[in-house]
């Protein structure tokens, strides 16, 4: 049987993403109600090398805690508890 480079590699990604197991988010597991800005050591764990937030694919948050970690964040920032960038 011929398959096509592309299909094949198709496939493989295909099989990858469905072995993949979805990770719950965290705030949810942890049963939190409102992430506070002040949390500035559970905030960082949510932040790349570079103080972006992780996208909610890296992350594993729920569309509700996601939302709330960012505006969490930028509070922490505007208060100067968090950086904006790190160069
Ligand atoms: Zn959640």
Same mark, same amino acid.
Not at 3 to 28: E, G, H, I, P
Not at 38 to 46: G, I, N, T
């Given at each position: 049987? +011929?398959?096509?480079?592309?299909?094949?590699?198709?496939?493989?990604?295909? !099989?990858? @993403?469905? &072995? $993949?197991k =979805?990770?719950?988010?965290?705030f949810?597991?942890?049963? +939190?109600?409102?992430?506070?800005?002040?949390?500035?050591?559970?905030?960082? !764990?949510? @932040?790349? &090398? $570079?103080? =972006?937030?992780?996208?909610?694919?890296?992350?594993?948050n729920?569309?509700?805690?996601?939302?709330?970690?960012?505006t969490?964040?930028?509070?922490?920032?505007?208060?100067?508890?968090?950086?904006?960038?790190?160069?």
């Amino acid at each position: 049987m +011929v398959v096509s480079k592309t299909a094949a590699r198709r496939r493989k990604k295909a !099989k990858l @993403l469905a &072995d $993949r197991k =979805k990770k719950a988010c965290r705030f949810c597991a942890d049963k +939190v109600e409102t992430i506070d800005y002040k949390d500035v050591v559970v905030l960082r !764990k949510f @932040l790349t &090398d $570079r103080a =972006k937030i992780f996208p909610r694919r890296t992350s594993g948050n729920c569309a509700k805690h996601q939302r709330q970690l960012a505006t969490a964040v930028k509070r922490a920032r505007y208060m100067a508890m968090l950086p904006y960038v790190v160069e």
